[in-house]
């Protein structure tokens, strides 16, 4: 038998929301809602072992690079606006 593919797209807008779960005892979820549509991420089984651990630091590091990219785009989007005002004053 073949491996399983699945394949699922979210483009985040005003009406996302993302939350996390804590949980003294279990581990945590993470819930992304968007326009009535909602996508958990947590890990599977209730104990956090090695493989776990790694991919939750997987998770951080793409969370992160997504964050840098974003204020990239935000700040240089913000200076090309800047510059396209002076230039109509």
Same mark, same amino acid.
């Given at each position: 038998?073949? /491996?399983?593919?699945a394949s699922f797209g979210v483009q985040l807008g005003e009406n996302?929301?993302?939350?996390?779960?804590?949980?003294?005892?279990?581990?945590?979820? *993470?819930? *992304?809602? *968007?326009?009535?549509?909602?996508m958990t991420l947590t890990l599977?089984?209730?104990?956090?072992?090695?493989?776990? /651990? %790694?991919?939750?630091?997987?998770?951080?590091?793409?969370?992160?690079?997504? *964050? %840098? $990219?974003? $204020?990239?785009?935000? %700040? $240089?989007?913000?200076?090309?606006?800047? =510059?396209? $005002? =002076?230039?109509? %004053?």
């Amino acid at each position: 038998m073949k /491996l399983g593919f699945a394949s699922f797209g979210v483009q985040l807008g005003e009406n996302t929301r993302i939350d996390l779960s804590t949980y003294a005892a279990d581990v945590p979820i *993470v819930d *992304v809602r *968007v326009n009535g549509c909602s996508m958990t991420l947590t890990l599977r089984g209730d104990v956090v072992d090695d493989t776990g /651990l %790694a991919l939750a630091h997987q998770l951080r590091d793409a969370v992160n690079g997504f *964050v %840098a $990219e974003c $204020e990239r785009l935000h %700040a $240089e989007q913000g200076d090309r606006a800047a =510059s396209s $005002e =002076s230039a109509a %004053a």
